[in-house]
Nanobody, 126 residues
Framework: QVQLVESGGGLVQAGDSLRVSCAASGGTFSSHSMGWFRQAPGKEREFVAGVSINGATSIYTDPVKGRFTISRDNTKNTVYLQMASLKPEDTAVYFC???????????????????WGQGTQVTVSS
């Protein structure tokens, strides 16, 4: 079992940057591809970014391309989402998720992820 705990959310202004982190425990972190998802009030959870097991491959949803960067540090069992040029529409609860062990690449489908954190709130004011 993998436990995931997000941190680093907060209230920022439009145009600011913020980094959220997700610390993993209870499993072999380097065996899991990872993803970040977000859910805004009244909306469905959506894919934001994903990273492969060794960090060499990353994917993004179009609205965040060029602004967000996903990375991981397997020595610290942590995945990060660096967010820049934040917009009010980025306001959401951000969740990290892990695919089952052995899946090298991330995917945009939430159903492909087995382990989920509790989320961290990111609020961007205009």
């Amino acid at each position: 079992q993998v436990q995931l705990v997000e941190s680093g959310g907060g209230l920022v202004q439009a145009g600011d940057s913020l980094r959220v982190s997700c610390a993993a425990s209870g499993g072999t972190f380097s065996s899991h591809s990872m993803g970040w998802f977000r859910q805004a009030p009244g909306k469905e959870r959506e894919f934001v970014a994903g990273v492969s097991i060794n960090g060499a491959t990353s994917i993004y949803t179009d609205p965040v391309k060029g602004r967000f960067t996903i990375s991981r540090d397997n020595t610290k069992n942590t995945v990060y989402l660096q967010m820049a040029s934040l917009k009010p529409e980025d306001t959401a609860v951000y969740f990290c998720a892990a695919r089952p062990r052995g899946n090298y690449f991330p995917t945009r489908e939430a159903s492909a992820y087995t382990y989920w954190g509790q989320g961290t709130q990111v609020t961007v004011s205009s």
